[in-house]
């Protein structure tokens, strides 16, 4: 009952907290003199208290707490109820949620930020509003502050996104039965060929003319280029002799990007050497003179391929031949 004489009222030393299973003080400031209290604690310990000013009262849970306080005296008693008066706040946090459940994604995809823990407030550093989702054109730093009443938290996210592989063959695709090949491909990190090799590069020989098609996944962080292929037409060449290596000739490097080296050892021959080189065409792409047993040879301006040379003397007669390979 009201009584005009008496007027409750009091205060906490705290009363919007983050975190839980902290201590609070509060202090009587009824109006009248009164002589006795009756203090109700929801959710604290203790419960309840007979003190002027009670304190070390407890809350160990999150949530918000009524707290009520009935002053008495000899005119009378009064009371005051505060609905969540007493507050103590989660920690708010937030949730970073890829296609492939990973901080590292590939170009294109969707990355979405959901915020826990109750949150009230949420800044992005690209958006206003939660949840977001978007899709990342570059690396970045995602920036969140979240705010949970007296709780805050300031979170970054470092967001990194692989490009999509570009693949890039290189070797020949165009040869005569009983030849080989290698087949490199770039443009990843990782490489899976459907004979279930995991190398850059394959060596293949036949001895069936066909068509040979080869797949390769190509893999660059989380980007997956799944459909790449390479056909190679092995063909029944005529006219053109596959040759075997003289022992009398060494070409190196071989293969090459297109600079070799002829190192020739035929001291009983004498006088000038000419080399010839023909593509699998038959047709001729260099001609050089060797006047020296090692002589360097620039073909970078030919195209990837199988090559097939001769050495022959001045007057025409056949030292050593063989074939080299252009892979740049």
């Known amino acids: 009952m009201l009584n005009r004489y008496l007027l409750s009222k009091f205060s906490a030393s705290d009363t919007d907290i983050c975190g839980y299973s902290l201590t609070i003080n509060f202090t009587d400031l009824s109006t009248n003199s009164p002589t006795s209290w009756k203090w109700y604690f929801t959710g604290a310990t203790p419960a309840t208290s007979t003190s002027k000013n009670p304190t070390n009262i407890t809350y160990q849970r999150t949530g918000c707490f009524q707290v009520k306080l009935v002053v008495t005296n000899t ?10 008066y007493i507050c103590l706040d989660s920690m708010p946090f937030i949730t970073l949620l890829t296609s492939n459940h990973s901080d590292t994604i590939c170009k294109g995809d969707v990355v979405t930020c959901t915020e826990h823990g109750g949150g009230i407030h949420f800044h992005w550093n690209i958006a206003p509003f939660s949840p977001i989702s978007f899709y990342p054109p570059t690396s970045m730093i995602l920036s969140v502050l979240a705010e949970n009443g007296a709780c805050f938290v300031d979170t970054n996210f470092l967001i990194i996104v692989d490009t999509f592989p570009e693949v890039h063959f290189r070797g020949d695709t165009s040869i005569c039965l009983g030849q080989s090949t290698t087949i490199y491909v770039a443009g990843g990190y990782s490489y899976l060929w459907s004979t279930g090799s995991t190398n850059d590069s394959i060596h293949e020989t036949y001895s069936t003319p066909g068509k040979y098609t080869y797949y390769v996944t190509v ?16 063909k029944l060449c005529t006219g053109i002799p596959d040759y075997s290596d003289p022992t009398e000739i060494e070409i190196y490097p071989n293969p090459s990007g297109g600079m070799f080296i ?44 199988v090559y097939f040379y001769r050495v022959l003397t001045q007057e025409g007669s056949l030292v050593g031949e063989g074939k080299i390979v252009i892979a740049k």
Request: glycine residues 8%; negative net charge.
């Open 75 to 84: 005119y009378g008693s009064d009371s005051l109820t505060k609905t969540n």
């Open 262 to 305: 002829l190192q020739i050892d035929d001291n009983e021959i004498t006088g000038t050497r000419i080399v010839e080189i023909y593509n699998v065409m038959g047709q001729k792409v260099y001609t050089g003179t060797i006047n020296s047993t090692v002589t360097e040879m620039n073909l970078s301006n030919q195209p990837n391929g």
């Open 219 to 234: 893999t660059r962080g989380a980007c997956h280029y799944d459909s790449a292929k390479r056909v190679i037409d092995v």
